[in-house]
């Protein structure tokens, strides 16, 4: 069992997620609390798993909590906060402080929202459980039946795609995925291949994360939208709940942002990313999968493989949870095991040996 802290000073978010949480088989809700003072007090009598923690509240904020938490007795911390919404630099904050995933809560209808997302709760918190936070004791756990990238796009048909000989990354990401992805996308150069990224974020979130990555590197980093050319030196990031595609019209390489069903329980799909990638650009991508829970990418990253792209997988060590790599390399999806650091120069290569 998963043992549950929840931090809110709202009375109906704390017994709503109380009930959403106590219906599933593996996870149990340990203690409540209306603030980190309140916290504080029960976590000398009980240790949780994982805390479910706000960042509004009364007598003290929970940043300060979180950053208080983590430098005396880490535990893995998912944020459950309004804050989301539109990226703010609380959130930002949060996750450079340890918080290992983000919920956007609403800022009306909260009850509704909580009951509607149990199972995205529920994953956030086996994946923060699983996190290197603290020692990983819990098996894998198996998850609900969840739809392909078959609903977006057909499987790649081979040889369909047009002859160049132009490079393009492609990168899918999740849980800890946000500082590997910074800590990838700093490393490259300015004239690198063009990048689109699928980083597994609440709405509204991804523009904000785009935006701050640009002011650290070199490359352009933005957040992307339809019709987006990818270009040398720029980096697109799907934007929360939506799917993006690579696409291709003669030699320009393009994304499509599109709505649709949940592939592997997300929206964006890292698999809807890879499989437009297998199909429009072949031989002449590069794919990288990086730290997170679950499957999502490994099915389209084979793909990829199949179709001729070099594909590279962040190693378990430097991984916060080796979940999307370790399932890609069951597959025999990936060419390459590196660890994050060395994962911009071997893009690189490649792409200059292409």
Do not use: W
């Amino acid at each position: 069992m998963i043992d549950v802290m929840i931090i809110d000073d709202s009375a109906v978010v704390r017994r709503t997620m109380t009930e959403v949480l106590s219906s599933q088989a593996d996870i149990q809700v340990i203690a409540t609390a209306s603030d980190p003072y309140d916290a504080a007090e029960k976590l000398k009598s009980c240790v949780p798993d994982v805390i479910v923690l706000d960042i509004e509240m009364p007598r003290m904020d929970g940043l300060t909590f979180l950053k208080k938490l983590m430098s005396q007795h880490p535990i893995p911390v998912i944020i459950c906060s309004s804050k989301a919404e539109d990226g703010s630099n609380n959130v930002f904050q949060a996750m450079q402080f340890g918080a290992v995933d983000i919920i956007q809560k609403p800022k009306i209808g909260t009850r509704d929202f909580i009951e509607e997302s149990g199972v995205m709760i529920s994953d956030a918190i086996r994946a923060a459980n699983m996190s290197k936070v603290k020692k990983i004791t819990a098996a894998n756990l198996t998850v609900a039946p969840k739809l392909t990238a078959d609903v977006i796009m057909p499987m790649p048909v081979p040889n369909v795609f047009i002859e160049t000989t132009e490079s393009v990354v492609v990168v899918g990401a999740s849980t800890g995925g946000t500082e590997a992805l910074k800590v990838f996308l700093e490393q490259l150069p300015i004239d690198c291949p063009g990048v689109v990224v699928v980083q597994h974020m609440p709405e509204h979130f991804t523009a904000a994360f785009a935006s701050r990555l640009d002011s650290t590197c070199e490359v352009s980093v933005k957040e992307a939208q339809d019709n987006d050319s990818v270009l040398r030196g720029r980096v697109l990031i799907a934007p929360g709940n939506k799917h993006v595609l690579l696409k291709r019209a003669g030699a320009r390489y393009f994304v499509e942002v599109k709505t649709g069903p949940l592939v592997s329980r997300h929206r964006p799909s890292v698999d809807v990313l890879f499989r437009s990638t297998a199909r429009y650009a072949g031989k002449n991508a590069i794919g990288v999968i990086m730290t997170g829970m679950g499957d999502d990418g490994s099915h389209g990253m084979l793909e990829m493989k199949n179709a001729g792209a070099f594909t590279i997988a962040q190693n378990e060590e430097t991984c916060v949870v080796f979940g999307m790599p370790k399932e890609a390399i069951k597959l025999g999806a990936v060419d390459k095991i590196v660890p994050l650091e060395e994962i911009a120069d071997l893009v690189i290569k490649k792409s200059k040996a292409r």
